[in-house]
């Protein structure tokens, strides 16, 4: 889909993710949180887990973009937010983490408000929580 149609299709809330390597992402984002690449090349890739969608931008892509200043040289970025997958498997995410070599900031656990959830950071400093209801 042309980049210009893709734009127009989109509706509700966007999460786009500056990154320092999309391939890195991608793979993160398919071994650790069993998503799909919907479209990525070197600039820019499309994910999806679910009805879940974001994008990614390489850090060159934005240059000319007010944002690329602030999040230059960032160890962590997104500090403070946490980017929250549901319906996805925090033990399978936390394990594929562990294996390739990912932090685990907090393994996964059930907690009172509902949820099993584990908090793992990805290549450039992201804190995605995979998480899944539970029963009861």
Request: hydrophobic share 40%; proline share 5%.
């Amino acid at each position: 889909m042309p980049a210009d149609e893709y734009g127009r299709s989109l509706t509700g809330l966007g999460i786009n993710l500056l990154v320092r390597d999309v391939a890195a992402s991608v793979d993160f984002a398919q071994t650790v949180l069993g998503a799909e690449a919907v479209y990525a090349d070197a600039d820019f890739a499309v994910l999806r887990h679910g009805e879940a969608e974001w994008m990614l931008h390489a850090d060159h892509t934005y240059e000319d973009n007010p944002l690329h200043g602030f999040v230059a040289e960032l160890e962590g970025r997104g500090a403070g937010a946490e980017l929250r997958l549901h319906q996805c498997d925090p033990d399978r995410a936390e394990a594929a983490a562990r294996t390739a070599g990912h932090t685990v900031l907090a393994g996964a656990a059930d907690k009172p408000h509902g949820l099993r959830e584990a908090y793992i950071v990805d290549p450039d400093g992201y804190c995605w929580v995979p998480d899944v209801p539970l029963k009861g």
